[in-house]
């Protein structure tokens, strides 16, 4: 079982930044990811961007170059550092973290942090 659990929304004005945290704790052991996914009203929940184990990383393209996602020393927390808000980022945003053994694989969720991207 693991606990994940989100922090840092807030509301900004266009052009603004916001950093988000996650914090992943329990078994981490066989942590495989850890990524940023929102969902805006009316739509479908995205990936915003994932960190692999091993480092590399993937972005939406909508947020390339805007976006980025790290990992703390202690590799239970995963960072999104948001940069040149747009009103269309405007979304509850939920932190991912992606287990994987031989037998199975599974997803934890948190409970979103809401960020709004005021015009």
């Known amino acids: 079982q693991l606990q994940v659990v989100e922090s840092g929304g807030g509301l900004v004005q266009t052009g603004g930044s916001l950093t988000l945290s996650c914090v992943v704790s329990?078994?981490?052991?066989?942590?495989?990811?850890m990524g940023w996914y929102r969902q805006a009203p009316g739509k479908e929940r995205e990936l915003v961007a994932e960190?692999?184990?091993?480092?590399?990383?993937n972005y939406a393209t909508s947020v390339k170059g805007r976006f980025t996602i790290s990992e703390g020393n202690a590799k239970n927390t995963v960072y999104l550092q948001m940069n040149s808000l747009k009103p269309d980022d405007t979304a509850v945003y939920y932190c991912?973290?992606?287990?994987?053994?031989?037998?199975?694989?599974?997803?934890?969720w948190g409970q979103g942090t809401q960020v709004t991207v005021s015009s």
């Open positions: 991912n973290a992606v287990t994987m053994t031989r037998m199975t694989s599974s997803a934890w």
């Open positions: 329990g078994n981490i052991f066989a942590m495989h990811k």
């Open positions: 960190i692999l184990t091993g480092g590399s990383t």
